[in-house]
């Protein structure tokens, strides 16, 4: 059975040109929100023929590509090599433009626990911990993250069948449970760094992130 969603509606809407420092550009409709119920700043990217893909799928045809993606300041604006989440981001905004689809931006720094506390989770890995172990050493949860306000904005824009662009099985049940229908899941691809190894096999360990790295099998 579906949790009740709390209803949320569109506060704006503006067409903005992306380009990313490989060259890469597109356009894109990016939508604010009334009433997403943690209050934050969310945001959702159209990308491609994105309407066209929505209208698709409520009619019983294919479902637009979806990516609910974690603000992640050291990697999305900084290039990090921590963590995969940069390149990740880059990789979705070009297959949903693609394929047509949205892109969700979460406020949910440090799998939720925000970019201080992310930094103090660092050392601590830099110490011997993994990323899960140290959220938990800080007194935090593993991943603190809630995906009800990605419901919010996924029902706000029509788009309540979809095909989820994620490794994380978390997200795909918590969508579910919110009563988005998640027709399938659409691994990423693998972007693997001599300094994010370590972070993404603890992802596959901890978590049962569908990664194929070649040192974990």
Not at 42 to 63: E, M, Q
Not at 138 to 157: N, S, W
Not at 184 to 189: A, I, K, L, M, Y
Request: include cysteine; proline fraction near 5%.
């Amino acid at each position: 059975m579906s949790e009740a969603l709390p209803v949320a509606t569109i506060r704006t809407q503006v067409t903005v040109p992306l380009r990313f420092p490989d060259g890469y550009a597109t356009t894109a409709r990016v939508f604010s929100f009334h009433g997403l119920v943690d209050g934050r700043e969310h945001l959702a990217f159209g990308l491609g023929d994105w309407s066209v893909a929505v209208d698709r799928a409520a009619a019983g045809g294919s479902p637009p590509l979806v990516r609910p993606h974690s603000e992640c300041l050291t990697g999305d604006v900084f290039g990090s090599q921590r963590c995969d989440c940069g390149p990740q981001l880059r990789e979705a905004v070009e297959r949903i433009a693609a394929a047509g689809g949205l892109l969700l931006y979460l406020r949910q720094e440090g799998r939720g626990i925000g970019l201080y506390a992310k930094l103090d989770a660092y050392a601590l890995q830099d110490a011997g911990l993994d990323t899960y172990e140290a959220n938990l050493a800080l007194g935090r949860g593993a991943d603190e993250r809630d995906y009800t306000v990605a419901a919010q904005m996924l029902a706000a824009l029509g788009a309540e069948r979809v095909a989820l662009l994620s490794n994380n099985p978390d997200k795909a049940d918590q969508l579910r449970r919110l009563g988005i229908e998640v027709a399938e899941r659409v691994p990423t691809g693998l972007h693997l760094s001599d300094a994010n190894a370590g972070y993404l096999a603890a992802k596959v360990d901890r978590a049962a992130h569908t990664i194929d790295l070649p040192f974990v099998r």
